[in-house]
């Protein structure tokens, strides 16, 4: 069963720059998976960031920012801000109308 | 606008069923296909479902394969999940998200969520 992985938990400091990664348990991610990037507060529905790996979506501040590094996708936030304090997961697509989660990056600035 | 409105949830004991409503506007709705996310109590969002947009295929995440149906009235702009056999690991607020049209594999927009909730 392929799992998508993300680090449970994050910190950066005001100002600072973080990257979190999304990666299969076997195999790499690449293009292919078409990764994206949400960005989810408390008690709200997720907010689309970045598409097909590094494509902001409309409205999107572009201190962030996606790629792969090596095996995984990223998602660089430049500048981090106070209310960048959020759930954030990414989502690989698997083919055949499937959509894969990863378990979600909980990052906290301060 | 784009918008999605979910509805139907509420409390079901195990082994029940449930119906939810994604009512869309502001789009040509036939044009997307139409996915259902769900996120338990504390945890992270889960992949349930989708339909493409002529409802003619359909997929299902291994956890809800045999219980869970999803459909689409394009006539109404609806999508709907059925739920069937529910368990109390079902328990979650369910979302329903729009596929973009442009072949990036990514949801480019969602509902604010209904809650379900199995318990006896």
């Known amino acids: 069963q392929t799992v998508v992985t993300q680090e449970p938990s994050f910190s950066v400091s005001p100002g600072g720059t973080v990257t979190l990664t999304c990666g299969l348990s076997s195999g790499s991610v690449s293009t292919s998976y078409y990764p994206s990037w949400y960005q989810q507060t408390p008690g709200q529905a997720p907010r689309t960031l970045i598409y097909?790996?590094?494509t902001r979506s409309f409205g999107v501040p572009d201190r962030f920012s996606g790629s792969i590094l090596g095996s995984k996708a990223a998602l660089t936030i430049t500048g981090a801000q106070a209310d960048d304090e959020s759930d954030y997961y990414c989502?690989?697509?698997?083919?055949?109308?499937?959509?894969?989660f990863g378990g979600g990056t909980k990052l906290t600035v301060l | 606008e784009v918008q999605l409105l979910e509805s139907g949830g509420g409390l079901v004991q195990p082994g029940g069923s449930l119906r939810l409503s994604c009512a869309a506007s502001g789009f040509t709705f036939s044009n997307y296909a139409m996915h259902w996310v769900r996120q338990a109590p504390g945890k992270g969002l889960e992949w349930v479902s989708a339909?493409?947009?002529?409802?003619?295929?359909?997929s299902y995440a291994d956890s809800v394969k045999g219980r869970f149906t999803i459909s689409r009235d394009n006539s109404k702009s609806t999508v709907y999940l059925q739920m069937n056999s529910l368990r109390a690991e079902d328990t979650a607020v369910y979302y329903c998200?729009?596929?973009?049209?442009?072949?990036?594999?990514?949801?480019?927009?969602w509902g604010q969520g209904t809650q379900v909730t199995v318990s006896s």
């Open positions: 097909s790996t590094n």
């Open positions: 339909v493409i947009g002529s409802g003619g295929g359909t």
């Open positions: 989502v690989l697509n698997m083919g055949s109308g499937i959509s894969m």
């Open positions: 998200a729009k596929r973009d049209g442009s072949g990036s594999y990514f949801f480019d927009c």
